[in-house]
T-cell receptor, first 114, second 114 residues
Framework: ETGVTQTPRHLVMGMTNKKSLKCEQHLGHNAMYWYKQSAKKPLELMFVYNFKEQTENNSVPSRFSPECPNSSHLFLHLHTLQPEDSALYLC?????????????FGQGTRLTVV | GDSVTQMEGPVTLSEEAFLTINCTYTATGYPSLFWYVQYPGEGLQLLLKATKADDKGSNKGFEATYRKETTSFHLEKGSVQVSDSAVYFCALSDGGGATNKLIFGTGTLLAVQP
């Protein structure tokens, strides 16, 4: 149990579907992150939220739409995805403004776009 | 920008062999350094960390020393076990921003054979 829970663990969706990934943490953290993990590529930081405000968007296509309603929950809304978007999507959280503190990761959602 | 370079895998060892996984970094400030481990089908778990030069992080028999002069944070273990088979990620956070976003290396797959 890492303290960060992601649902669903696995998701298969068609290119015209709309789905959402959910992340929840009860560690008292104020920063939350979405990462994409594709085969044979480094982990890609997608979005960063700090105290519910988006502070970073690393040129992520608009078919990925994040939402952070409060410091404990983070969503990633998906629509009209492409097969190359198939990957493991990892959510993480950490304290804000404390240098050297680590991030805690969820188990990820394995997404397959067909 | 900041970056992490770690040795290509896979690394295949026999049980009880000595392990070294090299990691070097580029950063403009004074980063904190981390090793994370990912077991099959799981998210990332923190293995160890070091927050300043000459610090040694250690956990479960693994060690890494923050070497500012060589910008390195190599992971070592004296005697690996089959259960250590996983993907190992070196990462840094620059600590200069409001959050502690992590920049990762590409990961090194370790396979330990009985």
């Amino acid at each position: 149990e890492t303290g960060v829970t992601q649902t669903p663990r696995h998701l298969v969706m068609g290119m015209t579907n709309k789905k959402s990934l959910k992340c929840e943490q009860h560690l008292g953290h104020n920063a939350m992150y979405w990462y994409k993990q594709s085969a044979k590529k480094p982990l890609e930081l997608m979005f960063v939220y700090n105290f519910k405000e988006q502070t970073e968007n690393n040129s992520v296509p608009s078919r990925f739409s994040p939402e952070c309603p409060n410091s404990s929950h983070l969503f990633l809304h998906l629509h009209t995805l492409q097969p190359e978007d198939s990957a493991l999507y990892l959510c993480a959280s950490s304290h804000s403004g404390v240098a050297g503190t680590e991030a805690f990761f969820g188990q990820g959602t394995r997404l397959t776009v067909v | 920008g900041d970056s992490v370079t770690q040795m290509e895998g896979p690394v295949t060892l026999s049980e009880e062999a000595f392990l070294t996984i090299n990691c070097t970094y580029t950063a403009t400030g004074y980063p904190s350094l981390f090793w994370y481990v990912q077991y099959p089908g799981e998210g990332l778990q923190l293995l160890l960390k070091a927050t300043k030069a000459d610090d040694k992080g250690s956990n479960k028999g693994f060690e890494a020393t923050y070497r500012k002069e060589t910008t390195s944070f190599h992971l070592e273990k004296g005697s690996v076990q089959v259960s250590d088979s996983a993907v190992y990620f070196c990462a840094l956070s620059d600590g200069g921003g409001a959050t502690n976003k992590l920049i990762f290396g590409t990961g090194t797959l370790l396979a330990v054979q009985p």
